[in-house]
C-alpha cells in the first residue's frame, strides 16, 4: 500500500512539474501566445435566423487551431509536449540526442501576430458582402491571461444586418444563336426573386450556363463572357440583376463546332513497329502487336465525327479509356484555338500508353483478435490486368496464417503455442463492363464491373476441427449514381465439408443440438443483392453512409424440387442444401466538429431466418457480437443470445453464443492530440437474440419482455495513430451493463468489478 501510495506521490509529482513548465519561455516582448477562441457570436440585428451555409462561411476563417488543440478551437489538451519541446530542449547545436529530440517533438508557437485577427474580421465581412449581408460589422478583442501576459485568447463578435434579396433578373436580349440558346436555358435557372442575395449562386448559374454551351457545341465559350450588372436602387434591400454579354468576346466562342477527324495513338511499354488502322469513326496508330480488341476500343470511344461536339462526350470518352485500368495515362486534346483557321469541326487527338499487364504483390500482415489469437498472415497476389485484350484482370491469391492464443492456458492444455492455421486459394476473373443479356442496359458513364470468383479454403483447428470450404460466384458491382453503389452476386455456391473433429468439438455439439445443425456439411447456393448509399455533404462537414444487404439462399432450387415432388430433406449430389434468407442494414453517420474533430455514429440491424430445407442457418451466417469492431468492452462471442451465458466451468462455451437477430449502435468521438496521434470516446450497445426457442440456451429467445434489460452497454476511451496508410488503434473498454444477470451484483451496473469490466482490444483501422 506504502508503495502504492509513493508511485501515485512520484506521477503526481512530474505531473505538477510539467504543468509548472512554461510554454512562453522564449516569447520575445510584445508576443502573445495564441491560445483558441473564447467566444465565437454571431447575431442578427433584425432577429432573422442565420442559415447554417452562413454561419459556417464565417466560422471557418475564425477558427484558428491553437497549438495542441483538443476541440478546435475552444478547447486545448492539458499537455502541450509540443510547446515544453520548443521551450526547453532548444539547443543551437545541429547534432546530439537533445538536438534529434527538440526536431521530433517541438512544436512553434501560435501567436496572435500569425493568427492576425484584424485581417480575419475584414475576411468575414467580405464573406457576408458575398451572401447579401451588405455593411455588416466583425470585431474582436484579445483576452490576455490573469496568470501570463504572454497568453491570449480571442472574442469575436459578427453582427448581420438583414440580408438583400433578388428582385428582378434579365437575361441578355436575344441577338445571336448564342444569346438565343442562353434564353431557352432559362427554366433551369439557379437564379430566383426573393432569394437570399449570393455570389455563390451567381457564379453556379454562369457555370451552368458555360457547361450547357459547350455541350452544344460551343466549346470555347467561357464563364467570364457573361458578367452581372447590379441594382440596389429601386427597392429596400432588393437587389435588381442583369445578365449581360461582355464586351471583345473572341468569335470562336461565339461558333458551335462539330466533331473533325479522331485519331488515336497507342504506345506499348517495348517499343514495336508502327501501324495502322481506319475506323469508320477513327483512325488508330499503334506500336504492333495492338494490345486492345478493336471493339473494346470503338466502344470507349463515345465521340462521333460529324456530331455537334460535346464536352460531355469528351469526358465520358476519357473516362471509359481510363477505367479499363490497361493505361498508364490516357491523353485527349482538340484543336487549339490558334490552329482552326476558319475550321467549324475541332480534330480530336486520343494519346495513350499501355501499361505493364502483369503485376504481383506480396503482403504479410499481423493479426490481433479480440478472443486473444495473434499470429501473421501472408498474402501473395498475381495478376494479368490485361487478358483477353479488353481490361480483364486475372487475378490468382494464395494466403496462409496461422494464430496462437495468448494469455493463460487452461489446465490440462497443450504448452505448443501453435493453435491453428488456415490456406486458401483464390482466383478472380474481373472485367470492366456488365456481361448481361441485351435487353438488360449496360451504358453507364460510372464504372461497371463483372466478376466471376472461385476458391478453396482450408481451416485447421486443432482443438476442434479439420474444415474445407469450396466457393464459387459471379455477379456484378455497378453505380446508379455519384453516391448509389450496387452489388449483386446472381449466384454462389458453397460448399462446407466437416474432415475431422475433435472429442471435445464433438461433446460441445452433442450438448447444442442448434450448433451441431449450423456445422453440418452442406451447399450454401445463394443470391445476395447490396446497396449503398454514400453521400459527404455541407462543406464536407456531414457524410452519411447506408448499405443494406439481403441474401437468400436456395430458394430457386427448393422450387425446382417443390416443382419435381422431390422428397425432403431435398439434397444436391446425395448432400443436404441450405435454405434462409439475411438482411443487414448499416448506418452511419460522421458530423465534424471544428477541423479535424469528428463524432462518428453507427446503427446495425441484422435479420436472418432459416426454413424449407433448413431448421439452422449455417453458422458462417450466423450473428455474434463483441470485439474490437462491436461492443469493445467485451470480447467477441462473449453475449447473448439474449440473457443466456454458457456455464463458467465450460471452456468452449463461446461457441454458441450466435444469433439470427443483432441490433447495435456506436458513438464515438474524435479528436486529435499530438501530431498523427489521436484519441477517443465511445460508447457501445447492443446484442444478439433467436428467433426460435432453444431449450440448450434458455433466455436467448427475442421478447418484448425484458428486451432492454438484455442490450449489453459499455464505454471506453482508445488511441489512434494515423500512419497515411493505416490506422493503428487501441481500445480499452469499459462494462455498464451485461444482459445476463450476476448473483452478486444487482442493479443496472451489473459488472461484479470494475477489472471484471475491462476490454482491451488492439486493432488496425477505425471500428466504423
Known amino acids: 500500500m506504502n508503495r502504492c501510495l509513493t508511485l501515485l506521490g512520484a506521477a503526481g509529482s512530474v505531473v505538477l512539474l510539467l504543468t509548472a513548465c512554461s510554454t512562453t519561455k522564449r516569447l520575445a516582448d510584445g508576443e502573445a501566445l495564441y491560445t483558441g477562441v473564447k467566444k465565437m457570436k454571431i447575431e442578427s440585428e433584425v432577429g432573422e435566423k442565420t442559415p447554417g451555409s452562413v454561419v459556417s462561411a464565417v466560422k471557418a476563417p475564425l477558427s484558428v487551431k491553437p497549438n495542441n488543440p483538443l476541440f478546435s478551437p475552444y478547447v486545448r489538451t492539458p499537455l502541450p509536449i509540443g510547446l515544453w519541446a520548443y521551450n526547453y530542449l532548444y539547443t543551437p547545436k545541429q547534432k546530439g540526442f537533445k538536438h534529434w529530440l527538440y526536431m521530433r517533438l517541438a512544436k512553434k508557437p501560435v501567436l496572435i501576430s500569425d493568427v492576425q485577427p484584424d485581417l480575419r474580421v475584414k475576411m468575414v465581412e467580405d464573406i457576408l458582402d458575398n451572401n447579401g449581408y451588405f455593411n455588416s460589422t466583425a470585431r474582436y478583442e484579445l483576452l490576455y491571461s490573469k496568470h501570463n501576459p504572454k497568453k491570449a485568447r480571442i472574442s469575436y463578435r459578427v453582427e448581420l444586418p438583414a440580408p438583400f434579396t433578388y428582385g428582378s433578373i434579365e437575361y441578355p436580349s436575344v441577338a445571336s444563336p448564342v444569346t438565343r440558346l442562353i434564353d431557352s436555358l432559362r427554366p433551369g435557372t439557379l437564379l430566383h426573386s426573393g432569394s437570399r442575395y449570393s455570389i455563390d449562386t451567381l457564379t453556379a448559374e454562369r457555370n451552368r450556363l458555360t457547361y450547357e454551351l459547350r455541350n452544344r457545341g460551343y466549346y470555347y465559350f467561357r464563364p467570364e463572357y457573361l458578367l452581372y450588372q447590379a441594382d440596389t436602387t429601386q427597392q429596400p434591400l432588393k437587389a435588381d440583376m442583369r445578365m449581360v454579354m461582355a464586351r471583345g468576346i473572341p468569335s470562336a466562342a461565339l461558333k458551335s463546332y462539330r466533331v473533325g477527324q479522331i485519331d488515336v495513338l497507342l504506345q506499348n511499354v517495348e517499343?514495336?513497329?508502327?501501324?495502322?488502322?481506319?475506323?469508320?469513326?477513327?483512325?488508330?496508330?499503334?506500336?504492333?502487336?495492338?494490345?486492345?480488341?478493336?471493339?473494346?476500343?470503338?466502344?470507349?470511344?463515345?465521340?462521333?465525327?460529324?456530331?455537334?461536339?460535346?464536352?460531355?462526350?469528351?469526358?465520358?470518352?476519357?473516362?471509359?479509356?481510363?477505367?479499363?485500368?490497361?493505361?498508364?495515362?490516357?491523353?485527349?486534346?482538340?484543336?487549339?484555338?490558334?490552329?482552326?483557321?476558319?475550321?467549324?469541326?475541332?480534330?480530336?487527338?486520343?494519346?495513350?500508353?499501355?501499361?505493364?499487364?502483369?503485376?504481383?504483390?506480396?503482403?504479410?500482415d499481423v493479426t490481433s483478435k479480440s478472443n486473444s489469437f495473434l499470429g501473421p498472415g501472408i498474402i501473395f497476389t498475381v495478376s494479368n490486368n490485361n487478358l483477353f485484350r479488353g481490361g480483364e484482370v486475372l487475378a490468382l491469391n494464395l494466403k496462409g496464417s496461422y494464430e496462437w492464443q495468448t494469455g493463460k492456458k487452461e489446465p490440462g492444455e497443450s504448452s505448443s503455442l501453435l493453435n491453428s492455421y488456415e490456406l486458401g486459394i483464390n482466383t478472380t476473373l474481373g472485367i470492366p463492363r456488365m456481361l448481361a443479356p441485351r435487353f438488360i442496359p449496360r451504358s453507364s458513364r460510372y464504372p461497371a464491373r463483372t466478376t466471376f470468383q472461385l476458391g478453396v479454403d482450408w481451416m485447421n483447428r486443432p482443438k476442434f476441427f479439420h474444415l474445407v470450404s469450396f466457393g464459387g460466384s459471379a455477379g456484378y458491382d455497378f453505380q446508379s449514381s455519384a453516391n448509389s453503389y450496387h452489388n449483386l452476386t446472381v449466384f454462389k455456391l458453397v460448399y462446407n465439408n466437416l474432415l475431422s473433429t475433435t472429442e471435445s468439438f464433438d461433446k460441445t455439439m452433442e450438448e447444442n443440438p442448434a450448433i451441431a445443425l449450423s456445422f453440418k456439411d452442406q451447399f450454401i447456393p445463394s443470391m445476395n443483392y447490396t446497396y449503398t448509399f454514400d453521400k459527404t455533404y455541407g462543406d464536407g462537414?456531414?457524410?452519411?453512409?447506408?448499405?443494406?444487404?439481403?441474401?437468400?439462399?436456395?430458394?430457386?432450387?427448393?422450387?425446382?424440387?417443390?416443382?419435381?415432388?422431390?422428397?425432403?430433406?431435398?439434397?444436391?449430389?446425395?448432400?443436404?442444401?441450405?435454405?434462409?434468407?439475411?438482411?443487414?442494414?448499416?448506418?452511419?453517420?460522421?458530423?465534424r466538429v471544428g477541423r479535424d474533430n469528428w463524432i462518428a455514429s453507427r446503427f446495425l440491424v441484422g435479420i436472418g431466418y432459416a426454413y424449407g430445407n433448413s431448421r439452422e442457418m449455417p453458422y458462417s451466417e450466423q450473428f455474434y457480437i463483441g470485439g474490437a469492431n462491436s461492443i469493445r468492452a467485451f470480447t467477441v462471442r462473449s453475449l447473448g443470445p439474449g440473457s443466456y451465458r454458457p456455464p463458467k466451468d465450460e471452456p468452449n462455451g463461446y461457441w454458441d453464443q450466435t444469433g439470427n437477430f443483432k441490433l447495435e449502435a456506436n458513438v464515438e468521438y474524435r479528436f486529435g492530440i499530438f501530431n498523427r496521434l489521436h484519441g477517443a470516446v465511445f460508447l457501445d450497445a447492443g446484442n444478439i437474440w433467436l428467433l426460435k426457442n432453444d431449450p440448450a440456451r434458455p433466455g436467448g429467445k427475442l421478447r418484448w419482455k425484458g428486451f432492454w434489460n438484455e442490450i449489453a452497454l459499455g464505454t471506453g476511451v482508445g488511441l489512434r495513430y494515423d500512419i497515411s496508410y493505416l490506422?493503428?488503434?487501441?481500445?480499452?473498454?469499459?462494462?455498464?451493463?451485461?444482459?445476463y444477470k450476476n448473483p452478486d451484483k444487482h442493479g443496472y451496473y451489473n459488472i461484479q468489478s470494475f477489472k471484471d469490466g475491462l476490454g482491451f482490444h488492439l486493432a488496425i483501422g477505425y471500428p466504423f
Not at 547 to 569: D, W
Not at 727 to 739: K, M, N, Q, S
Open 271 to 364: 517499343a514495336g513497329p508502327w501501324d495502322t488502322l481506319r475506323y469508320d469513326r477513327m483512325t488508330v496508330v499503334y506500336q504492333k502487336p495492338l494490345k486492345i480488341r478493336r471493339r473494346v476500343l470503338a466502344r470507349a470511344v463515345d465521340i462521333t465525327p460529324g456530331e455537334q461536339y460535346s464536352v460531355d462526350a469528351q469526358n465520358r470518352t476519357q473516362t471509359n479509356l481510363n477505367k479499363l485500368g490497361i493505361f498508364r495515362y490516357v491523353n485527349l486534346n482538340v484543336t487549339p484555338l490558334d490552329s482552326l483557321k476558319g475550321s467549324d469541326s475541332l480534330n480530336v487527338m486520343i494519346d495513350a500508353a499501355f501499361d505493364r499487364p502483369i503485376e504481383a504483390e506480396f503482403e504479410v
Open 541 to 591: 462537414r456531414n457524410r452519411l453512409f447506408w448499405q443494406n444487404s439481403i441474401t437468400q439462399a436456395g430458394n430457386i432450387l427448393a422450387g425446382a424440387m417443390g416443382l419435381f415432388k422431390a422428397k425432403k430433406p431435398w439434397r444436391i449430389f446425395g448432400i443436404e442444401f441450405s435454405q434462409f434468407i439475411r438482411n443487414v442494414s448499416e448506418i452511419k453517420f460522421y458530423h
Open 727 to 739: 490506422v493503428l488503434r487501441a481500445d480499452l473498454g469499459i462494462g455498464i451493463h451485461t444482459p
